[in-house]
């Protein structure tokens, strides 16, 4: 299967920047695309970025201007620069693997998607 971690959460003041990490390991063949959601306290997870195999990229409106997501195909890991941070920008950050479903690897089958634990970004204001 498919592991995703995060890593590069924090405590910021608003108006600074940071940067988060996702690597992908294991049977990353099943990966399609890497995304990054976030879920602040009391709301739905909502989609950051997306950063497909084939090098589209896409932000929802609300995501346009202050975040940039990239990839390394071959290290199989992505990121998420995030600057002019606001203190509603604060929430667990969640990198997600959109896998080939059904895709068969050896014995094994790819799934639909897979998450990793989220890293917390507090801003401060």
């Known amino acids: 299967q498919v592991r995703v971690a995060e890593s590069g959460g924090g405590l910021v003041q608003a108006g600074n920047s940071l940067r988060l990490s996702c690597a992908a390991s294991?049977?990353?063949?099943?990966?399609?695309?890497m995304k990054w959601y976030r879920q602040a306290p009391g709301k739905e997870r909502e989609l950051v970025a997306v950063a497909t195999n084939s090098g589209t990229i896409y932000y929802p409106n609300s995501m346009k201007g202050r975040f940039t997501i990239s990839r390394d195909n071959e290290k199989n890991t992505a990121q998420l620069q995030m600057s002019n941070l606001k203190p509603e920008d604060t929430a667990v950050y969640y990198c997600?693997?959109?896998?080939?479903?059904?895709?068969?690897?050896?014995?094994?089958?790819?799934?639909?998607?897979?998450w990793g634990q989220g890293t917390q970004v507090t801003v401060s204001s």
């Open positions: 294991g049977d990353t063949e099943c990966i399609s695309a």
């Open positions: 997600n693997a959109e896998g080939v479903y059904g895709l068969t690897i050896g014995t094994r089958k790819c799934e639909y998607e897979y």
